[in-house]
C-alpha cells in the first residue's frame, strides 16, 4: 500500500452529520427491492441498517502470528468483500425479507453468520483468512486488494463452510457460461444405488441437486472512468431479485454499493475504525457495530472506479434461471448492450 493510497482513507464516525436520504419522487432501488423515497423512508432505512456493515477493525489477533493487528488503510476492499458474501448468507439463512432490530435478541443463524466474520483466524471469512489466502493471489498481507483479487479469495474460502454450502462462481472474461455453473459443484453428483439406499435417508437438503449459488462477476466498464454506455444496465442489476449489489468504488478507497436513486449510487462504506469484538462464551456478539445507523452514503454513478465485481445470489436452480432469463431480457431489450452476456458452451 503506497502512501498516496494511504492518505485516500478517513473515519466516517468522525462527521457529526450525515446527508438524509433525498425527498424525491424517483425510484429507489435496494438489492432488488424498490422503494418511495416520500413515502417508505423508514423501510429504506431499515432495510439499509439490516445490511451486515464490516469496516475497518484495530486490536484484533495479529493477522499469521505476527502480521497486522488493524486493517485501517488497506483492507477496505476485504471489508468490502466480506459485506457481499455477508449478504449472501443472510439470504441463505435469514431470507432477503429478514430485518434486524436494535436491542432484539436475534435468531441462531444470525449469530452463526456473524460469528463467520469475526475478525480472529478460525472465523471462516474473517480479515485474517482473506488477507493470507490472498497470499495465494499474490498479495501480501496488507496489500490492497481489487475486486477480481477478493472475488477468487472468497471462491476458495467458502469450499471450507460447510454449513452454508455454497458455491462461489467466479465468472471470468465478463462471461458466464452456463455449464460451468454446472461444473463448479451447484449440482451435487451425488447417486443412491440400492445398496446403500438406508445411508441416503438424508435430509432433504443434503440430497438437493442445486447448492446455493453465489454468482460474482468482475467487470472492466471502460479505461479510466466508466463508459456511460454500461450506466443503465448497472443500475439494472440492483433491480434484480437475486442483486447481492456491486464491490468497486474509486481507486484505493473501494465501497459495498447496494443500490442507486436517480443518478446517485447508495453505499456502505467500510472507512471507519472501530475496535475488534469478541464474542461472548455462548457465541452471542455485541452486533450495533455491524450495522449502519445512519443514512446510507451516495455517490454519483459516474464518479465509480470502472473496476467492480457484481454479485448475485441464487437458492435454488429456479432462481438461477429466472436470473438467466432477466439478464438476456437486458441484454436484449436495452438500447445499451448487456454487460456480461450469457452463453450456453
Not at 475478525?119 to 489466502?133: E, P, T
Not at 497470499?135 to 471450507?160: D, H, R
Not at 453428483?189 to 435430509?203: I, N, R, Y
Request: charged share 20%; with cysteine; hydrophobic share 35%.
Amino acid at each position: 500500500m503506497t502512501s498516496f493510497a494511504a492518505t485516500l482513507t478517513y473515519d466516517t464516525l468522525r462527521f457529526g452529520e450525515f446527508e438524509d436520504f433525498p425527498e424525491t419522487s424517483e425510484p429507489v432501488w435496494i438489492l432488488g427491492k424498490e422503494y418511495n423515497a416520500l413515502t417508505e423512508k423508514d423501510e429504506i432505512l431499515s432495510d439499509v441498517t439490516s445490511r451486515l456493515w464490516f469496516t475497518y477493525r484495530k486490536n484484533f489477533p495479529p493477522i499469521g502470528g505476527t502480521g497486522p493487528t488493524s486493517d485501517t488503510g488497506w483492507g477496505c476492499m476485504l471489508r468490502c468483500g466480506q459485506m457481499i458474501l455477508g449478504e449472501a448468507l443472510m439470504c441463505r439463512h435469514l431470507g432477503r425479507d429478514w430485518r434486524w432490530v436494535r436491542g432484539q435478541k436475534q435468531r441462531e443463524e444470525y449469530v452463526s453468520i456473524l460469528n463467520a466474520f469475526i475478525d480472529k483466524k478460525d472465523s471462516y471469512y474473517s480479515i485474517h483468512q482473506i488477507a493470507q489466502m490472498g497470499v495465494g493471489e499474490g498479495k501480501p498481507i496488507g496489500q490492497w486488494y481489487g475486486p477480481n483479487t477478493v472475488a477468487q479469495v472468497l471462491k476458495k474460502l467458502a469450499v471450507f463452510d460447510t454449513w452454508s454450502r455454497l458455491v462461489v462462481h467466479v465468472a471470468m472474461d465478463n462471461t458466464v457460461v452456463i455449464e460451468e455453473i454446472s461444473e463448479c459443484g451447484c449440482h451435487n453428483k451425488f447417486k443412491c444405488h440400492s445398496s446403500t439406499l438406508g445411508a441416503c435417508a438424508l435430509a432433504e437438503e443434503e440430497m438437493a441437486l442445486w447448492k446455493p449459488l453465489v454468482l460474482l462477476i468482475p467487470l472492466r466498464l471502460g479505461l479510466s472512468d466508466i463508459n456511460e454506455a454500461y450506466i443503465e444496465t448497472l443500475k439494472q442489476c440492483f433491480m434484480l431479485p437475486q442483486s447481492l449489489g456491486v464491490i468497486g468504488g474509486k481507486p484505493n478507497s473501494a465501497h459495498y454499493f447496494i443500490g442507486y436513486v436517480g443518478e446517485e449510487l447508495i453505499y456502505l462504506d467500510p472507512h471507519t475504525t472501530q475496535p475488534a469484538v469478541e464474542p461472548c462464551e455462548d457465541g452471542q456478539v455485541n452486533d450495533e457495530t455491524y450495522h449502519c445507523l445512519h443514512p446510507p452514503c451516495r455517490m454519483h454513478i459516474c464518479e465509480l472506479d470502472p473496476s467492480i465485481a457484481v454479485g448475485f445470489f441464487c437458492r435454488t436452480e429456479d432462481e438461477f434461471d429466472d436470473w438467466c432469463m432477466r439478464i438476456r431480457r437486458v441484454g436484449l431489450s436495452a438500447v445499451l448492450f448487456c454487460c456480461f452476456p450469457v452463453y450456453s458452451s
